[in-house]
């Protein structure tokens, strides 16, 4: 049973993502600097996701876990991604650099959400394209 329902979701997620790479996405202000394919998942404010209870939750600025950010491996932040940057990910929208992820992940992007549902919405999605961004010269972010 747990079968069928991972393959159904699988091709859920597949039809999702062939779907999102015909459109042509608007990332406003901002251009791209470099893009990479990287996994995507989700994490919630749940202490249980971040340091176990009794642990307060939030990010590694010290903001409150929300959506519109995002988690970055390591490397990422090690490769020249920073606190702060924008980011594209495809089929999703823009968000905000705020925390990072355990060291063992690499190319990994964790998406904030508010619940456990959102998170199921997401899964694991892999090889999907993210753009870092950049304020082209002359604006303000």
Do not use: C
């Not at 606190?83 to 060291?103: C, P, S």
């Amino acid at each position: 049973m747990r079968v069928i329902a991972f393959l159904l979701m699988a091709m859920t997620l597949a039809v999702t993502v062939d779907a999102s790479q015909s459109k042509k996405v608007s990332i406003g202000k901002y251009s791209p600097k470099k893009r990479i394919e990287a996994t995507v998942t989700a994490y919630t404010p749940n202490p249980r996701e971040n340091g176990g209870r009794g642990t307060k939750s939030g990010t590694a600025l010290g903001t409150r876990i929300r959506p519109g950010i995002v988690a970055v491996s390591r490397d990422l932040l090690r490769s020249g991604w920073e606190f702060g940057d924008k980011i594209h990910i495809e089929g999703l929208g823009v968000f905000t650099i705020e925390d990072t992820m355990h060291h063992r992940f690499r190319r990994t992007i964790d998406v904030a959400v508010p619940d456990m549902d959102a998170a199921r919405k997401i899964g694991k999605m892999t090889k999907i394209e993210v753009t870092l961004l950049e304020v082209p010269s002359g604006s303000e972010s």
